[in-house]
């Protein structure tokens, strides 16, 4: 009988940010036991709804959800992370939660440690009680044994790979008593296969000890390796629940993307397309040390006046690419732009070859937040091209005029919402800032303008407004654009050829109007 | 209403209390019969004095190395130059223009090297600059024991090692700047060449922070990461608003002792970083943004609160020191809330 | 030879300032016995202060220059139970209970707002320090007998503020001289020698045979100890060494507070909130995350620091006797600092053995360099800037390294991941 009852059961789970939809009658069945995998894009809820799940306070804060959670069979709703707790659910996030100094059990057991009475706490009271250390190895042990794992409770956690910290993390859920659920976020993804494929036993482990695994990763190849059953979130909708025995890596891909396709006003033109274009940039053997987004090794060439799209998932490496021909994160390989050999690892020296970047990480790298919009946009073009000056005197003196013009100029142009060119960056609303951003770059009047993730975290009326500018600057100046974006509905709208990365190569280059399936088995890492 | 309180909200705190304080100052110095022609007059000239010194933190917070705590270095600097020029025996313009273009030569290339050892401890300016100024302070302390000079202005009268405490440039170009065209409206003295000198300082570091450099700096100093993707070399343009602070230190100190009479040698640097920093602060400045006019307002606000301060405390109560105990608290203060409001990491 | 090399590499730094500290000991020409007596009592009156920096440090919040808020703490209690004219050992006691409470209150403002600056704690309490003398200084200069009207010696001729120094009459030595039966517990070093010889042994005795600690350190330990049992008890008899026994006299009943001190420290450090400490230390982020109210944590830190430095001033002064009212605290924070650095520690670790060598270190160099260089230089005071330049010097130094190093370290680490 109890093996009927569902450890977890959501049901009809739905949740808004300030009127945006982001979660719609969201339903899964988690047995006990069970491996159970979810997947999707960024974006597509999956956070959220772990959220939801473990009652952090922002989903209170934002107006709570819709739908009803069971925790085997009874109805519970969990008001915080300590209930989740309490309830037998665990957790591992993708960034480890280890305090670098301490011993592998102290870490196990943080803030849970094992406390006796000593001298302390007989004068001062319980706050003063002291650690059990002795409790702390024999616990930890015993945590460690039962996932399989030879390791010393003292040894320094600093000192260990990096697989190993995730077997602690695990541990560490473990010795939680009465644990039945564990939530994995990305449990393999800053793991190198061998250590992977040990986090993968141990996952099956703890399925045969009774523990229903949530299992949330990128990677289909694990997926069809442990998974019972998939589940697939796209947008904020369960697309579809399989099992796994009744289902390929292809269709997962597939349905993980899918988009209704975008009519594209380009696929005219991409049928003009010849072999005997001009290449703009070729790029040889490059290798990109961008954390999270390892470039292995990728070979592309890129044709003047084509909007060139690079997708694939995420940490996949698509990111690394424009950043290591802009000079950003360590590069090596060889970049040649219009026949001439580029200088790596110089922004100062791809910006000379007439390139420009509109980063992906906006806060960190887009804009001086307490700088005007209008030195926001011109500041490379002055630091790099000397532009914006006018003589008085001796001296060479920022054009105040023609900077007020310009920006007035582009603030008309990309419909930038803000009280005037003087306004600071940082009081703009993020779709705003972006507009800056895209400007910035322009301004640098660039043959190749490389636009990383520029729809990433802004409204919608803004995206629109994003995509079609790019568009519409390719199609009037010529100027060559490498895309980078998550969203293949993007991608498929605006570009001519598209790219896919995956593990840090380039799967494919495939057409706007290829079919879901293809764009399905590139990303999963297949050709 | 709505528009007073949009003024003060854009005045801020420190300066509401600041401005509150003075009137309530000469108000206390109207009923107690103080001679206001005179404490106006010693306020213009305080401001004069000290407007360099204030002016140095500029290129450090555009640069983005925050406030200059190790101004002591740049100052160390100018003494070094006002002890040279005195060893030559100029005097006048000459002695002054030494004075001052060795403090600027000596000033920017110890800043160089002070900036470059700045680049290797990022996040920790602040602290370090502290220390490392008073560290240099104390060598040149003992420097000054050993130094080589003979002129016997400088030395201690009773013979011995060394460079005396004080050393007075009566006859050497005490007041040189202050007494340039200056003249008297209403009982109060304009000291017409200082304003001339320290208000050209102020336009020319005008003009560099809209030059192609200081705009650079700006950008480097707001955003690292922004400016390094923009091409811009960051870590230059921290050597450049080192190297530019300690030389306006240095040429600072040179001017105030021209106004005082005297350099003032060993320990006396290390206290004299802070007024600079609490008086930019209070003018506007964050440890973000700033530009000339916080520098000009903060230091003619905090010096007038001092100078006029300083008389009316005495009134007051003859014994103890309140009007410095006040200089303490304030100055402090100001630096305690401005790093606050910078606010913490997560 | 390669675990030599990393011994010395480990402890450069008091290695460094030992060779210099000898030096010093050498040209100063002055008698070892002289120098050792004084050396006791500087001991005495800093061991604490020094001691109040260990428990911010393991918090992740670096050197805090805020004990500059328990020094003034300390001497508010004195100044009261000077008002109150208590003598003697009940001053003492009155002034350390007066001086917790107002401390206990400092340390909770100073750790609230050190919360508001995360990442720049140390120029925060600096400045804090700074500012709060200002703030000292109004009180007891200005509202003592200005505003809040009372009759006592200590207040200048004119009824208005704190005279600048104040004598401690009977208070002074109330600490290091109680009386026990009439006998006085401030006795000759080889007494003292044997006596701590004997409590050491029993500690590690202790630690060995009943707590398991059996690491070689507990037993070099524990030989050491005992040994000083029976080289007290020689010492004592030998004639060469009369001089000793003459000059250098140990306040028993201080260092025996100061050996308690390290103790609770120590045994602080194994309390779950001891090991909340270390654990917001190591990483804030994870601490939080994992349910440990890192703001409250930091707070209790720095009270307990800002009580132990408040505690420490007094025991400073009633071993000095004359209060320097308006300057005593200023550079304790810098002192203090500088002390705990030369013996080793960093803005991220900080032991007790650390803080003890160091007090030693940084005292016999202050005690000594002056007189150094009198007779170097025939000038005393350029060593009494060569302290000064090495105080600073030292704090600079082993700030820019510490800063350079994580950077390196967080560099590398990037790469690898």
Redesign the interface.
Known sequence: MAENTPVLSMKNIGKAFSGNQVLQDVSLDIMPGEIYALCGENGAGKSTLMNILFGMPVIAATGGYTGKIYLEGEETHIKSPQEAIEHGIGMVHQEFMLIPGFSVGENIKLNREPLKNGALSRVFGKSLRNVDFDKIREDSKQALDKLGVELDPEADVQTLPVGYMQFVEIARELDKSSIKLLILDEPTAVLAESEAEIVLGIIKRLSQMGIAVLLITHRIGEIMEVADTVTILRDGVNVKTMKIADTTSGEIAELMVGRELVASENRERSEHEDENKEVAISIRNMKVDMPGERVNGIDLDVYKGEILGIGGLAGQGKLGIANGIMGVYPTTGEITVFGQPLKLNSPKDSIAAKLAFVSEDRKRQGFAPDLSIELNMVVPAMANHDEFFKKIGPFRQVDRKKVQETAEKYIQEFQIRCTGPKQEVRSLSGGNQQKVCIAKAILLKPDVLLVSEPTRGIDIGAKSIVLETISRINRETGVTIIFTSSELGELRQICHRIAIVSGGRVADVLKPDASNEEFGLAMGGGK | MEMVQKRMQQLGLPRIIIIAFIIIIFFAAFLQGQNMAQLISDSLVRFGQNLILALAMMPAIMSGIGLNMGLAIGIVCGLLGGMISIELGLTNIYGIACAMLIALMVGSLVGVLYGKILNRIKGSEMLIGNYLGYTVVYLMCMFWFAAPFSNPAIIWPMGGDGVRATVTLDGYYSGILNNFLSFEIGGITIPTGLFLFVFGVCWIIRIFSNSKVGTTLRAAGDNPEYARTSGIAVNRCRIIGAALSTALGALGIVVYAQSYGFYSLYEAPTTMSFTPMAAILLGGASMKKVNVWHAVVGTLLFQTMLTTALPVANMLLPDGNLSEVFRIIVSNGIILYALSQAGGEK | MGKVKGILGKNAVPILFAVICALGVYYSGTGIPTILADLVNRFDRNALLVLSLILPVISGMGLNFGIVLGAMSGQVGLILVSIWEIPGLAGILAAMAIAALVAALCGFLAGK?L??????E???S???G??S???Y??IF??VAG?VIHFTSDIL?S?G??IKNTLEMGTMQYALDNIQIGGFSTKVDMFTALVFFGALFTAYYLFRVLVKKNRERKYWIRLIVSAVLIPAGLIGGQMKALNMYKMMVRVPVSTYLLLFGACV?VQ??T???????M??V???R???A????HVDKVRIQAIIISTVMAALGQIIFYQNLGTIDTYYGHEKVGTYCVAAILIGGASVRKATIGQAILGTLLFHLLFNVSPLAAQNL?S?S??GG??R??IC??V??IS??LH??RS?VDRQKK??E?
Do not use: C
Not at chain 3, 115 to 120: D, V
Not at chain 3, 270 to 276: E, I, P, R, V
Not at chain 3, 289 to 292: M, R
């Open positions: 707002m919360n508001q600056t995360k990442g720049q140390m120029i925060t600096m400045i804090l700074f500012f003398n200002g703030v200084q109004f200069l200005f200005g200048l004119t208005i503020g609770l045994a602080f194994k309390t779950k909130l001891g090991q909340d270390r654990a230390g190591h990483d982020h994870v601490a995350s994992s349910g440990i230089f000038n005071m350029v800037y060569f000064m330049t600073y010097g704090i600079a700030l820019i800063t350079w950077h990037s790469e991941v």
